[in-house]
T-cell receptor, first 111, second 109 residues
Framework: DSGVTQTPKHLITATGQRVTLRCSPRSGDLSVYWYQQSLDQGLQFLIQYYNGEERAKGNILERFSAQQFPDLHSELNLSSLELGDSALYFC??????????FGPGTRLTVL | KNEVEQSPQNLTAQEGEFITINCSYS?????LHWLQQHPGGGIVSLFMLSSGKKKHGRLIATINIQEKHSSLHITASHPRDSAVYICAVQSGSARQLTFGSGTQLTVLP
């Protein structure tokens, strides 16, 4: 158990819908990272927050957004969902920029 | 060309064999990570290294910064080592990770 929690574990929704994925980092970790793992693209970095502020952006679509709240939990919002957004979404946390601890992931299926 | 290349893509070994997975990268990095992804999907961080060698139990990771190459070794492999092993490099001002495509390891009893 990494200490990082993600909810929900599974999510099935339809094209065009909007969903929110939630991540609670390990106690004391200020950095939260979001990653997408799809069959064709592998693991890709989406976005990082550090202590409530956006630190870096990767291959994140404009339809996706994220935020980190004062209690350090983070949410990833995915809107206007397409079939190609079906993937495993991981969050990871770290104290600063060292070892990252991964959550169990949210499996999103868009029908 | 991908920034991070792993080889082999697939590896099948007999229990007890010594295993090596290789990772080459083309960018400047601040650190390299080895991750293990279990069949259920969970990802575990095995090593983070920026120079030299690290050992944890039967696992050894090495990195050669000049040659931009890292290896993950598993000694006395066991069926429970069966998983996907992923190399990731940390770079950029925010030290974000760029991932290799992974090596699927199967250890047969």
């Amino acid at each position: 158990d990494s200490g990082v929690t993600q909810t929900p574990k599974h999510l099935i929704t339809a094209t065009g819908q909007r969903v929110t994925l939630r991540c609670s980092p390990r106690s004391g970790d200020l950095s939260v990272y979001w990653y997408q793992q799809s069959l064709d693209q592998g693991l890709q970095f989406l976005i990082q927050y550090y202590n409530g502020e956006e630190r870096a952006k990767g291959n994140i679509l404009e339809r996706f957004s994220a935020q980190q709240f004062p209690d350090l939990h983070s949410e990833l919002n995915l809107s206007s969902l397409e079939l190609g957004d079906s993937a495993l979404y991981f969050c990871a946390s770290s104290v600063a920029q060292d070892t990252q601890y991964f959550g169990p992931g949210t499996r999103l299926t868009v029908l | 060309k991908n920034e991070v290349e792993q080889s082999p893509q697939n590896l099948t070994a007999q229990e007890g064999e010594f295993i090596t997975i290789n990772c080459s990268y083309s960018v400047g990095i601040s650190a390299l990570h080895w991750l293990q992804q279990h069949p259920g999907g969970g990802i575990v961080s095995l090593f983070m290294l920026s120079s030299g060698k690290k050992k944890h139990g039967r696992l050894i990771a090495t990195i050669n910064i000049q040659e931009k190459h890292s290896s993950l070794h598993i000694t006395a492999s066991h069926p429970r080592d069966s998983a996907v092993y992923i190399c990731a490099v940390q770079s950029g001002s925010a030290r974000q990770l760029t991932f290799g495509s992974g090596t699927q390891l199967t250890v047969l009893p």
